[in-house]
């Protein structure tokens, strides 16, 4: 499949001038690709009218490095698509130059609106449409800026052709008929969505159930980042790859980060010794230095989250003395078992040294439901929703006290009055794009409130009866 990168020094040398906030494509083969690469160029300085690939810009704005990024992105989907035999059976590999307009058009955008575009179908054979509004339409707008481009710089010639209809709906036949003879037997017939987990579908676990689950997952690494997560509401990918402790020298995996979004323009590949600092970029994901224990204020630092937006953390007390206590015992045993000398940066680390992945959080925790029996299954994003939930329900309470409230009593619109201003800072901490998407957990707060309630008047009733 093809990939997406960013140029390093070995990239810059041979061709220069290169831009290293430029994304560039690597086609499955890893040939660069002149045309869609040079089109990135043009695209991400702003020297290409998105409206008229063909006009003249005379004032160009350089795109964001976020934005750079998804087109970098939007354009190596399309590209893979192309490689990919089995999306267009009867066609084959589909190079550059013999692209036309309806493989856009009519066979990319059908297998992304019928769900066989997905991670979602290569992970599980299941059947998962893509949004139309937010994910497909872009893609298709991209491709076809770029290729309209291309066809006009000489690199598809032919790329209005199109064939009759006939020949078209056939195409798209071959490649359905082609993907659901992939999928699991249990699957075919059926659309199915995944969404992600509330937890226990929308029960909100007890303080004394969560006490328990923290104590079933192991001491050491994966419980400092069971409750780091529990108490912040990080997302794992950011507590594995960005978190790092001050007083080591650290060379950021650009590769890796770049593709999970995640990526500073101040970054770079080079060594650097690390000390928190929350107004200098590169000092992102640096945790405080043991300094914050003489300050009144709150400790905090700067992650930067899904889609590159640096967000502040304002971090717990307690934690951060967890942490300490972590680094200078698990965590400096660990490191004494590493075969080389390198002493990584990253907060959790394995058993070998190595900094810890998120797949092997993920093992600790589902090993933590089965100690315990859980009767719904903890996962590092149910953790975040419990956080979220947990965090809105105390300032409630603390806002309702000030009203002389009690806490049982509080109506629906009492709920939702006290939970909006903190609702604002919720979504902050935890990177929505918009409160609205925070809002999910005022829904699940006023049922943890008041389903009880009414359950508990109508058993009253029912006990009456003989």
């Not at 999928?183 to 937890?199: F, L, Q, V």
């Not at 918009?434 to 508990?456: C, F, G, K, Q």
């Amino acid at each position: 499949m093809a990939e997406v990168h960013l140029p390093l020094r070995k990239h810059i040398a041979p061709r220069r001038p290169v831009d290293p906030n430029i994304p560039f494509i690597l086609s499955g083969e890893g040939d660069y690709l002149d045309g869609p690469n040079e089109y990135l160029q043009e695209r991400c300085t702003g020297r290409l009218d998105p409206s008229d690939v063909t006009a003249h810009v005379l004032d160009p704005v350089r795109l964001s490095f976020a934005s750079s990024m998804r087109c970098g992105y939007f354009l190596c989907d399309f590209q893979t698509f192309c490689e990919t035999p089995s999306a267009h059976p009867d066609i084959g590999v589909i190079r550059l130059p013999d692209v036309r307009e309806w493989h856009i058009l009519d066979l990319y955008s059908d297998a992304m609106h019928r769900g066989l575009w997905s991670d979602a179908f290569y992970q599980k054979g299941t059947v998962q449409s893509l949004d139309p509004i937010g994910t497909i339409n872009p893609r298709i707008k991209e491709n076809m800026r770029c290729f309209l481009w291309l066809a006009a710089k000489g690199y598809a010639p032919d790329f209005h052709v199109r064939p009759q209809f006939e020949a078209i709906f056939a195409s798209i036949k071959a490649s359905h008929e082609e993907f659901i003879s992939k999928m699991p037997m249990k699957e075919r017939g059926a659309t199915k969505r995944n969404k992600r987990r509330s937890p226990g579908g929308g029960v909100i676990p007890s303080p004394q159930f969560m006490i328990d689950w923290l104590n079933a997952v192991p001491k050491g690494t994966d419980r400092v980042g069971a409750i780091g997560i529990h108490e912040h509401g990080w997302r794992r990918a950011e507590l594995c790859h960005q978190i790092l402790l001050p007083g080591y020298e650290h060379t950021r995996d650009r590769e890796a980060l770049v593709k999970l979004n995640m990526w500073h323009p101040r970054w770079n590949d080079q060594s650097l010794m690390l000390k928190h600092n929350l107004r200098d970029d590169r000092m992102i994901g640096v945790l405080p230095d043991r300094e914050w224990r003489d300050s009144e204020d709150i400790p905090k630092f700067r992650i930067i989250g899904k889609g590159n937006k640096i967000r502040l953390i304002h971090l717990k007390r307690g934690w951060l003395k967890r942490v300490e206590k972590y680094a200078d015992t698990d965590r400096l045993n660990r490191i004494a078992r590493r075969k080389d000398c390198n002493r990584p940066a990253n907060l959790l680390i394995d058993r070998d040294g190595k900094p810890l992945t998120p797949g092997a959080l993920y093992k600790a925790f589902v090993r933590a439901n089965g100690k315990i029996n859980a009767p719904f299954e903890i996962t590092p994003h149910v953790l975040r929703h419990i956080f979220a939930c947990r965090f809105l329900q105390v300032a409630i309470e603390v806002e309702a006290r000030r009203a002389g409230l009690e806490i049982d009593d509080l109506t629906r619109r009492q709920i939702e009055d006290y939970a909006e201003l903190p609702l604002e800072s919720l979504a902050l901490e935890l990177g929505h794009a918009s409160v609205d998407t925070t809002r999910i957990y005022i829904e699940m707060l006023i049922t943890s409130w008041l389903a009880p309630r009414y359950h508990n008047a109508w058993n009253s009733v029912l006990d009456a009866v003989e």
